[in-house]
């Protein structure tokens, strides 16, 4: 069964320093993987994608890490502020197949920055 | 262009009332899906659909039925709401380009719904 799991399942740091969040994916046949932030109360919204053949983007103060082989993903967020505060959601896509949910989505890790 | 539309934002229901959720996009895109958000649990996929006329079933499909009868809309049906049904719903909409298929879906702001 296709899974992704996030770690940790929440996470409080203080504004200004950075953290990282943790995907594993069990997705196969891989596509592509996708970090979106979710603000309270909103839909998620996408923040950066990687592909088989990556293994780093950024997005301003977000970097993403992907590792095909072993099959993980971090999202390393630097001196973080107070609007960085949502649940962060890692979601994998596998090559449509018959049968197969198009879209995996992980639990999220639950980010919370404090002055 | 507006995106991913839901109506209705809120909704207070009693059990074995119905009711339907819709949810409509102007991106043209060949995916839909509608989710459901409960504290602790993550999305959780209802059921999609991966063109007019099509619909499959999710990780929780029991209790709800949908139809996509324009590729536009996609709509969620709740024949008799219990109290477990009580959640955030999200439809979300991806496009499909040659043979992989593109990660980003597109979110409506959710429906808050409360079955008492």
């Known amino acids: 069964k296709n899974q992704v799991e996030q770690s940790p399942q929440s996470l409080i740091i203080l504004e200004g320093k950075n953290c990282t969040l943790q995907c594993n994916y069990t997705v196969s046949p891989f596509s592509n993987l996708r970090w979106y932030k979710q603000d309270t109360g909103r839909g998620p919204v996408s923040l950066t994608i990687?592909?088989?053949?990556?293994n780093t983007k950024s997005n301003g103060r977000y970097t993403a890490t992907l590792d095909a082989d072993t099959k993980q993903s971090s999202l390393h967020i630097t001196a973080s502020q107070l609007s960085d505060s949502a649940s962060y959601i890692c979601v994998v896509s596998d090559v449509m197949s018959s049968g197969n949910t198009p879209l995996v989505f992980g639990k999220g890790t639950r980010l919370s920055v404090i002055a | 262009n507006a995106g991913v539309t839901q109506t209705p934002k809120f909704r207070v229901l009693k059990t074995g009332q119905s009711m339907t959720l819709l949810c409509a996009q102007d991106?043209?895109?060949?995916?839909m899906y509608w989710y459901r958000q409960d504290p602790g649990m993550g999305l959780r996929l209802i059921h999609y659909?991966?063109?007019?006329?099509?619909?499959a079933k999710g990780e929780v499909p029991d209790g709800y039925n949908v139809s996509r009868l324009k590729k536009q809309n996609f709509l969620l049906g709740l024949e008799s709401a219990a109290p477990s049904q009580t959640s955030v719903y999200f439809c979300?909409?991806?496009?499909?380009?040659?043979?992989?298929?593109?990660?980003?879906?597109?979110f409506g702001q959710g429906t808050r719904l409360t079955v008492v």
């Open positions: 979300a909409s991806s496009y499909y380009r040659g043979n992989r298929m593109n990660t980003e879906a597109f």
């Open positions: 991106m043209n895109h060949e995916y």
């Open positions: 659909s991966v063109g007019e006329g099509t619909t």
């Open positions: 990687m592909t088989f053949s990556e």
